[in-house]
C-alpha cells in the first residue's frame, strides 16, 4: 500500500520539469496572444515549441512531462469545453455537420486508395495515412493499426507525415477563413472537418475565436465517432483476406510482398520486424467500446451535466479560461516534439500523399459547405 502511495508522488515528480516548460511557454504565448489576438495563443505556442525543438531537443528528464501535457492535458481542455455547450446543441452540431463530415472522409479514404497506388505507396501505410487524415489524426491510426497488424515502423511513419499538415493547418487555414469571409460558426464546420487531429482543429479553431473552437470541437468529436465503423470494416476485411489466402502473411491493402517492400514510398522493415507484426484481433464488443477514446466520452458527460445546470453559470468563463491555457500548454508541447528527422525519413511519397490528401479533404469541405449553403 506503501510502495503504491508512493509511486504516485514519484510519477508526479517525473512529470513535472515538462509540464513546467510547456506553462512557460504557454504564459509567454498567452502574453503574446493578448498583444495579437488574432493569433492568440495556440499559434505562439506551437511555434516557440517548435523553434526550441530545432535549437535544443527536449531531453529525457523533461519528456515524460511534455508528453503528458500533449496528450492528457489537450484532453482534459476538450472536457472542460463541454461545459459550455448543452447537449442539445451538440446534436443540432452533430446533424448539420453530417453531409460535410461524411463527403469529406468518403472522399478522403478513396482518394488514399487511387493516389496511394499512383503515387506507390502501399500497403498498410496507405490505409494510416487516409484513415489518420480523414477521421482524426494518430487517435485514428493508434486505433486501426492494431486491427490491420501494422507495425510500429509503418505507424510512426503515418503520425510523422500527416503531423506537418496538423502544423500547417493551424497558420493557414484561419487565413483561408478570412479571406472567404467565413463566421466563426462557419470556420467552426470547416475546421472541424477538415482538419484532422483533434489538437490542431483546437489550435486551429481557437485562432479564429472561441465561438469558433466551441462548434469546431463538437464537430470533430461527432467525426471521431467513425473510428469504429472504419475500424470494424477494415477488421472484416482483413478477416476475410486472411481466410482467403490461408498460410500466407496478408494484411490489408494488399500487404507487400518481399519484392514490393523495396518499392520507395514503404517503410524498409527488417526481418525482425515482419516477424513480430501482430496478428490482427477479433474485435469484440468490448473492444468495439474501447475504440470511443474516453475524452469524448467526458466531453458528453460534463455537456450533460451543465445542461442540467449544475454547473453555476458563474464558473463558466473560469473553465473556458482553463481550457484555452491548456489548449496552449498542449500545443507548446506538441511544438517541443517535433521530429523533423523523422519526417525527413518518411521520403517525399508519403508526405506527396498526406499533402494530397489533406488539400482533397480542405476542398471538399469547403465545396459541400457552399452547395449546401453552410458558409
Given amino acids: ?98 453531409p460535410v463530415m461524411l463527403g469529406s472522409l468518403i472522399v478522403c479514404l478513396v482518394g488514399a486508395w487511387l493516389i496511394g497506388r499512383a503515387l506507390g505507396v502501399i500497403g498498410d501505410l496507405r490505409t494510416l495515412i487516409g484513415v489518420g487524415t480523414g477521421i482524426c489524426g494518430a487517435s485514428a491510426i493508434a486505433a486501426v493499426s492494431p486491427v490491420i497488424g501494422a507495425v510500429s515502423a509503418e505507424v510512426a511513419y503515418a503520425v510523422s507525415t500527416i503531423f ?34 483533434t489538437s490542431s482543429v483546437v489550435a486551429t479553431a481557437a485562432v479564429y475565436g472561441h465561438g469558433a473552437a466551441n462548434f469546431a470541437v463538437v464537430v470533430k468529436l461527432v467525426r471521431t465517432l467513425m473510428i469504429i465503423p472504419i475500424t470494424i470494416g477494415l ?43 501482430p496478428a490482427p484481433p477479433r474485435l469484440t464488443p468490448l473492444g468495439v467500446l474501447r475504440l ?29 479560461a482553463a481550457s484555452v491555457f491548456l489548449i496552449a500548454m498542449a500545443l507548446s508541447a506538441i511544438g517541443l516534439s517535433t521530429d523533423i528527422a523523422a519526417i525527413r525519413r518518411s521520403g517525399w511519397r508519403p508526405l506527396a500523399l498526406g499533402g494530397a490528401l489533406w488539400a482533397l479533404v480542405t476542398l471538399t469541405s469547403l465545396g459541400i459547405m457552399w452547395v449546401t449553403g453552410a458558409h
Fill in 1 to 98: 500500500m506503501t510502495d503504491a502511495a508512493d509511486s504516485l508522488p514519484r510519477r508526479w515528480m517525473r512529470l513535472a520539469p515538462g509540464i513546467l516548460v510547456c506553462a512557460v511557454i504557454a504564459v509567454v504565448a498567452t502574453l503574446i496572444g493578448s498583444v495579437v489576438p488574432l493569433v492568440g495563443s495556440a499559434v505562439p505556442g506551437i511555434v516557440i515549441g517548435v523553434v526550441i525543438a530545432l535549437i535544443r531537443k527536449p531531453g529525457a528528464v523533461l519528456k515524460p512531462g511534455i508528453q503528458f501535457t500533449s496528450k492528457r492535458l489537450l484532453q482534459v481542455a476538450v472536457v472542460l469545453l463541454g461545459a459550455q455547450l448543452s447537449l442539445g446543441q451538440i446534436a443540432a452540431v452533430g446533424l448539420e455537420s453530417l
Fill in 164 to 197: 506537418l499538415f496538423n502544423i500547417s493547418a493551424v497558420i493557414v487555414f484561419p487565413i483561408i477563413g478570412h479571406a472567404l469571409g467565413l463566421s466563426p460558426h462557419a470556420f467552426g464546420l470547416f475546421a472541424g472537418t477538415a482538419v484532422n487531429d
Fill in 235 to 277: 477488421a472484416v476485411l482483413v478477416g476475410r483476406r486472411r481466410a482467403g489466402l490461408e498460410g500466407s502473411r496478408v494484411a490489408t491493402n494488399a500487404r507487400d510482398t518481399p519484392v514490393e517492400a523495396g518499392i520507395p514510398g514503404h517503410p524498409q522493415l527488417s526481418e525482425a520486424e515482419e516477424a513480430a507484426r
Fill in 292 to 320: 470511443i477514446p474516453w475524452f469524448l466520452i467526458g466531453f458528453v458527460v460534463v455537456a450533460i451535466v451543465g445542461s442540467l445546470g449544475v454547473i453555476p453559470a458563474e464558473a463558466k468563463p473560469g473553465l473556458s
